[in-house]
Nanobody, 123 residues
Framework: VQLQASGGGLVQPGGSLRLSCATS????????ITWFRQVPGKEREGVAC????????DLADSVKGRFAISRESAKKAVYLQMNSLKPEDTAVYYC?????????????????WGQGTQLTVSS
């Protein structure tokens, strides 16, 4: 499935932003979606996951209480709502899809990736 990540930008600390992961395919409902982020020189980190059965959402400890992941079936999209942003949230954010009901944050579990969208948190 082809994915398109969008919504990144420059935000001040404490601000909010919503990222979108969308597809032109028929549906995203049969895919578990995870948002990853990566900074230069570091491994890609799983941030948030929404399972294909709509039963599970997982968040990394570093973003719990600040980020939320949601799905909108009719729009074939998954969103990452980011609040109380910190400079350490600065990264390129990717969405990825796997055709399995269980959440995962292992990059090797995913075979479909969006192109990445840059988030910069800075004053």
């Amino acid at each position: 499935v082809q994915l398109q990540a969008s919504g990144g930008g420059l935000v001040q600390p404490g601000g909010s932003l919503r990222l979108s992961c969308a597809t032109s395919a028929f549906t995203l409902d049969s895919y578990t979606i995870t948002w990853f982020r990566q900074v230069p020189g570091k491994e890609r980190e799983g941030v948030a996951c929404a399972s294909s059965d709509y039963r599970t959402t997982d968040l990394a400890d570093s973003v719990k209480g600040r980020f939320a992941i949601s799905r909108e079936s009719a729009k074939k999209a998954v969103y990452l709502q980011m609040n109380s942003l910190k400079p350490e949230d600065t990264a390129v954010y990717y969405c990825a899809a796997r055709k399995h009901y269980r959440c995962s944050v292992r990059t090797t579990d995913f075979d479909s990736w969006g192109q990445g969208t840059q988030l910069t948190v800075s004053s």
